[in-house]
């Protein structure tokens, strides 16, 4: 059975600084998707991560990912109020119907 | 391009009534899958369809039937609805076995 775990599952932090959420997940995987949610809204994409050492950016949010260590790290810099949302993190098999496995998500709050 | 497209977006019911859930999707996609979202919990898999004539269980199927009536559409009937399944439901699809997953803005479902 695919486990995704998501840490933290709840952060607050101050804007300007810099976080990372790990998502560690429990069986061979090349691919690691992120999304955000917003309060009442469906899930936008983010990142989609398709191989060992893959790293995309968009803005203040950088995500990685390391098929051997099952781990992806979302991580924030300089933190604007902005990004305040739900961060959650997927896997699912290639090669496979399955659809995606998530984690529970982290909720992230940053202040002013 | 509507892309995946649910409704009814709310709707409460009494215990033991029934309804269904409508996905219909316009990109032309293989696979198609239901989630329930509950607070702390991710997203949870229903049930999904690799491909037309095909379904299949997931995660928490219990208390759950589905159609795939044709390529486009994919529904979700709760036969006898109990508060258990209060939850936001979400669609999606994917071209069969790719990585572009596309998320219906869900519908919020209250049972009282």
């Known amino acids: 059975e695919l486990k995704v775990e998501q840490n933290p599952l709840f952060l607050s932090m101050q804007e300007g600084k810099n976080y990372t959420i790990y998502c560690n997940y429990s069986t061979t995987s090349d691919r690691l998707y992120w999304y955000r949610q917003d309060p009442g809204k469906s899930l936008e994409s983010l990142f989609v991560l398709l191989s060992n050492g893959a790293v995309k950016q968009e803005g203040r949010l950088m995500a990685s990912l390391d098929t051997k260590a099952r781990l992806s790290t979302l991580h924030i810099t300089a933190a604007v109020h902005d990004l305040s949302a739900t961060y959650f993190c997927?896997?699912?098999?290639?090669?496979?119907?399955?659809?995606?496995?998530f984690g529970k998500g982290t909720h992230l709050i940053i202040q002013p | 391009n509507a892309g995946v497209t649910q409704t009814p977006k709310f709707q409460v019911l009494k215990t033991g009534q029934s309804m269904t859930l409508q996905c219909a999707q316009d990109m032309n996609h293989n696979s198609m899958y239901w989630y329930r979202q509950d607070p702390g919990m991710g997203l949870r898999l229903i049930y999904y369809s690799a491909s037309e004539g095909t379904t299949d269980k997931g995660e928490v199927p219990n208390g759950y039937n589905v159609s795939r009536l044709n390529k486009r559409e994919f529904s979700l009937r709760l036969e006898s609805a109990a508060p258990s399944q209060t939850s936001v439901y979400f669609c999606a699809s994917n071209v069969h076995r790719g990585y572009g997953y596309t998320f219906g803005s869900g519908t919020r479902l209250t049972v009282v």
């Open positions: 997927a896997v699912d098999i290639k090669d496979s119907a399955d659809g995606l496995t």
